[in-house]
C-alpha cells in the first residue's frame, strides 16, 4: 500500500507539473510599435469596389428594375445601403472581362433601345440597361470615384478616346454633343482609366502579346490625352503568371501610365493554406514592382507608376461556369481578406489604389435574393478597414510563432483537391504549388489617425485553435486612457452566414480595459480583432 501510495504521489507530481508546463508554453507573442515611425502613407483609393456585367453582380444584384426591393431608377436599397457603410472610394465599371466586348455607345441610348447582346469576354447574354449613366449616378450615390476600362479586346484606341471625351469633354465635339442630347450638358470629368482588361489571357477576345499590348496601349494613351490631359492612365501585368508578357509592355508603357493594374485571386479549402495565402498577393506586388523598376531604369525615370490591385478577392470553390462564381464565404475567408487588407495597407507606399472583385453575389460581400439580402464574412473586415483604419502605417514588429502555406503560383483555384479539399498528391499539382515559410500565427497591421490622435491595432490570430498572449509595447506617443474595438470571429472557421442565418458570424465590441504603453492582451483563436488607442 506504501508502494502504491508513492506511485499515486508521483503521478500526482507529474500531472501538477504538466498542468503548469501547459500554461507556461502557453502561445505567445510580442507586439512593438513605433507611432513616430512613419513606414507608409494609405491613400483613401484602397478602399475600392469593382462591378461588372457578369453572372448576377448588376442584373439582379445591385440592380432590378422590377423588385419591390428597389427605387424608382432600379438601384436595390439593401445593397446601396450595405456598401454605403464600406464608404468606398472608387467604384471600377464595366469589366473586368466584359469590358473586352463592351460597346460603350450601346450602352447610352435611350433606354428603350439599349440591347441585350452576347458579350464575348464573359459568354453570356447581357442588358446594356445600366449603361454610363446609371454607373455615374450609383457612384454619386456611394460617394466613389468612377473608374472605366477602355475595351481592348474587340475595340480600338479611338473607340475609347470617344468615350472619354462623352465623359470629360467641355467641348463641341461630336460626343461632347451626344451627351448634352442625352441630358446631362456638364462633363463628369472621371479620372481614371483602364487600358483594357487582362489582354494576355486567351479567356477573353483579342488576347495579345505584350508587345502588341504595348503598341495598343501607347496608342490609346495617346488619343485619351489629346482629349484630356488631366486623366490618369492604368496599364496591365500580370505578377507572377507572365514576366516576359510584363517586362515586354512595360518597357514601352512605364512612362506613359500612372498605375499598372494587377488581378490576383487567393485563398484554399485547407485552413492554414487559406489564411496564410495573402503572402501570394505580397510576392506579386514585389514582382510587379520589381517590373516597374526595371523597366523605368532603363528610361531614367525618377517617377515611377504604382500599382493598382484593382481585382482581388478570395475565390477557389467555383468557376465561372456552370455555378457562376458565387462563392459562399466562411470565417477563414474573412481572415483571408483581413490580411489582404494589412497587405495593402503595409505596402501603401507602392501601391496606389485597389478594388475588391465584386460587389454583389458573383465574388460578393453581399448576396440577395428576391426577398432580401445578407452581408458575407468578408463584408467585415472591409468595414473595420472603413470605420477604423487611419492614414498613416506605422512600424510594428511582431514575434510569435510561425506556419507555412501551400498555395499555387498563378490563380487560386487551379489545383485539383478531393472531396475533403486536401490537394491531390499528382506531378501537375507539386509542380504548380509553391511553399510560403515562416508566416507569423499573429499578422499585424498599425496605422494612426493623426486626426483624431488614435493608434489602430488589426490583428489576425490566424492559429486555428490557440488563444495568442501578446505583449504590446508602444513606442513614440504616451498612451493613456481605455482601448476600444471589435472582434471577429466563430465557433468554427467554416461558419458562414446565409439568407436562414445572417449573423452567425458579425463583429462584436470588445470589453473596454485600461492600456499604457505596454499591455497585455489575448487574441482569441481563428479571430480578427481590431482595437482603438488612444494618443496623447
Known amino acids: 500500500m506504501q508502494q502504491a501510495g508513492r506511485v499515486d504521489d508521483k503521478i500526482l507530481f507529474w500531472l501538477i507539473n504538466v498542468t503548469h508546463l501547459r500554461k507556461i508554453t502557453r502561445m505567445q507573442a510580442t507586439v512593438r510599435v513605433q507611432t513616430d515611425r512613419v513606414v507608409a502613407r494609405a491613400p483613401d483609393l484602397l478602399r475600392g469596389l469593382f462591378m461588372e456585367h457578369v453572372h448576377r453582380c448588376i442584373d439582379d444584384g445591385i440592380y432590378e428594375e422590377d423588385s419591390p426591393l428597389s427605387d424608382e431608377r432600379g438601384f436595390r436599397i439593401d445593397v446601396l445601403d ?21 460597346d460603350w455607345r450601346q450602352g447610352v441610348l435611350p433606354k428603350e433601345q439599349r440591347p441585350r447582346r452576347f458579350n464575348y469576354g464573359t459568354q453570356e447574354i447581357a442588358s446594356y440597361r445600366f449603361g454610363t449613366h446609371e454607373f455615374f449616378e450609383y457612384c454619386r450615390e456611394l460617394g466613389a470615384e468612377p473608374m472605366l476600362t477602355i475595351n481592348a479586346g474587340t475595340g480600338t484606341p479611338s473607340m475609347g478616346a470617344d468615350w472619354v471625351e462623352y465623359c470629360n469633354s467641355a467641348g463641341d465635339g461630336e460626343f461632347a454633343r451626344l451627351r448634352r442630347a442625352n441630358g ?17 489571357g486567351d479567356w477573353v477576345p483579342g488576347t495579345m502579346t505584350g508587345e502588341a499590348y504595348a503598341r495598343f496601349a501607347v496608342e490609346a494613351a495617346k488619343l485619351i490625352k489629346w482629349v484630356d490631359p488631366d486623366v490618369k492612365l492604368i496599364g496591365i501585368a500580370t505578377g507572377t503568371y507572365l514576366p516576359d508578357w510584363d517586362r515586354a509592355s512595360l518597357e514601352s508603357t512605364v ?29 506579386g506586388i514585389r514582382l510587379v514592382r520589381g517590373a516597374i523598376e526595371a ?17 482581388y478577392n478570395v475565390w477557389y470553390r467555383t468557376r465561372h461556369v456552370p455555378d457562376a462564381a458565387e462563392e459562399r464565404y466562411n470565417l477563414q475567408d474573412a481572415l ?110 498599425t496605422t494612426v489617425d493623426q486626426a483624431a490622435r488614435k493608434l489602430i491595432l488589426s490583428v489576425i490570430n490566424r492559429h486555428e ?72
Not at 82 to 102: I, K, T, W
Not at 503 to 525: K, M, R
Request: net charge negative; with cysteine.
Open 255 to 283: 512612362d506613359i501610365v500612372d498605375y499598372v493594374s494587377l488581378h490576383m485571386y487567393v485563398g484554399r479549402h485547407n485552413y492554414y493554406d487559406c489564411v496564410g495565402s495573402p503572402a501570394v498577393i505580397e510576392q
Open 82 to 102: 450595405h456598401l454605403r457603410e464600406l464608404r468606398p472610394s472608387l467604384l471600377r465599371y464595366p469589366g473586368g472581362n466584359f469590358a473586352c466586348d463592351y
Open 336 to 445: 483571408t481578406v483581413a490580411g489582404i487588407q494589412h497587405v495593402l495597407f503595409r505596402n501603401a507606399q507602392t501601391v496606389g489604389m485597389a478594388c475588391l472583385a465584386l460587389v454583389c453575389n458573383t465574388l460578393g460581400p453581399i448576396m440577395t435574393n428576391a426577398d432580401g439580402s445578407f452581408r458575407q464574412t468578408i463584408y467585415w473586415p472591409l468595414k473595420f478597414v472603413a470605420d477604423y483604419f487611419g492614414r498613416d502605417v506605422v512600424d510594428c514588429f511582431v514575434r510569435c510563432p510561425t506556419f507555412t502555406c501551400r498555395h499555387p503560383k498563378t490563380f487560386a483555384g487551379i489545383v485539383e483537391v478531393d472531396a475533403a479539399g486536401q490537394d491531390i498528391d499528382n506531378q501537375a499539382t507539386r509542380e504548380l504549388m509553391a511553399e510560403f515559410p515562416d508566416l507569423p500565427y499573429l499578422d499585424v497591421c
Open 465 to 536: 485553435t490557440e488563444t495568442m498572449e501578446t505583449s504590446v509595447q508602444i513606442i513614440g506617443d504616451r498612451v493613456l486612457g481605455t482601448a476600444t474595438g471589435h472582434l471577429l470571429t466563430a465557433p468554427s472557421v467554416k461558419t458562414e452566414n446565409s439568407f436562414e442565418n445572417p449573423d452567425a458570424v458579425v463583429p462584436v465590441p470588445v470589453q473596454e480595459f485600461s492600456v499604457a504603453n505596454d499591455f497585455t492582451y489575448s487574441f482569441p483563436a481563428h479571430s480578427h480583432t481590431v482595437l482603438s488607442v488612444a494618443l496623447q
Open 184 to 200: 446631362f450638358d456638364e462633363p463628369w470629368h472621371v479620372p481614371y482609366w483602364f487600358l483594357g482588361n487582362e489582354i494576355y
Open 295 to 311: 523597366a523605368a531604369n532603363k528610361k531614367n525615370l525618377q517617377q515611377l507608376p504604382l500599382i493598382s490591385l484593382d481585382e
